[in-house]
C-alpha cells in the first residue's frame, strides 16, 4: 500500500503545468501494483484547494485512491516528529499536517508518493518515499 502528499495530488486535480504530467504517471503506476491512500490530513489539505462543491475524496475515489485514516500510534509519532522538528530550530512553515502525513506512510503504508522527499527521508528514517520524476516522461510530440 502507498500513501499519496497532498502536492502530488493537487498537481493532478488543479493541474499545475509543472508536475502534473509526472504526478499523473507516478500515480498511475502505483496503482497498477496495489492500493494507493491518503489520510486524513491529505483529505483536508486536498480539500482546500479544490474550488468545487465536490469532496476530495469523490475526486479522489474516481482515480482509484481510497482513505485510510490514521492510526492512534501514528497521530502520536507525528507529535513526536514535530515536537523534534521544533527543538531542532524549525520554523513555522511546517504544519503538524505534514508529520500526520509522514507517520502514516511510514506506520501504515509501505512508501509515500512525494515531491518533498528530503523533509519526509530525515523526519521518518526508514520511510520509502516515490518522487514524480519529470525527466522520466517520454518527450512530448511536437505538433505536424
Known amino acids: 500500500m502507498i500513501a499519496v502528499d497532498s502536492s502530488v495530488l493537487v498537481d493532478l486535480l488543479i493541474g499545475d503545468e509543472r508536475f502534473v504530467e509526472a504526478s499523473e504517471a507516478c500515480i498511475g503506476e502505483a496503482l497498477a501494483v496495489g492500493d494507493v491512500?491518503?489520510?486524513?490530513?491529505?483529505v483536508a489539505e486536498v480539500q482546500t484547494m479544490l474550488d468545487t462543491r465536490e469532496t476530495a475524496m469523490d475526486s479522489l475515489n474516481a482515480i482509484g485512491i481510497r482513505?485510510?485514516?490514521?492510526?492512534?500510534?501514528?497521530?502520536v509519532r507525528a507529535g513526536h516528529m514535530q515536537r523534534r522538528f521544533r527543538d531542532r530550530g524549525?520554523?513555522?512553515e511546517r504544519v503538524v499536517a505534514d508529520f500526520l502525513i509522514g507517520a502514516h506512510a511510514l506506520l501504515q503504508c509501505d512508501?509515500?508518493?512525494?515531491?518533498?522527499?528530503?523533509?519526509?527521508?530525515?523526519?521518518?528514517?526508514?520511510?520509502k518515499?516515490?518522487?514524480?520524476?519529470?525527466?522520466?516522461?517520454p518527450p512530448k510530440r511536437k505538433p505536424t
Open 67 to 75: 482513505y485510510l485514516a490514521t492510526s492512534e500510534q501514528a497521530a
Open 129 to 137: 518515499t516515490i518522487v514524480p520524476r519529470i525527466d522520466h516522461l
Open 111 to 127: 512508501a509515500l508518493i512525494t515531491r518533498d522527499a528530503g523533509f519526509y527521508r530525515d523526519y521518518f528514517k526508514g520511510l
Open 37 to 42: 491512500v491518503v489520510c486524513d490530513a491529505v
Open 90 to 92: 524549525g520554523r513555522r
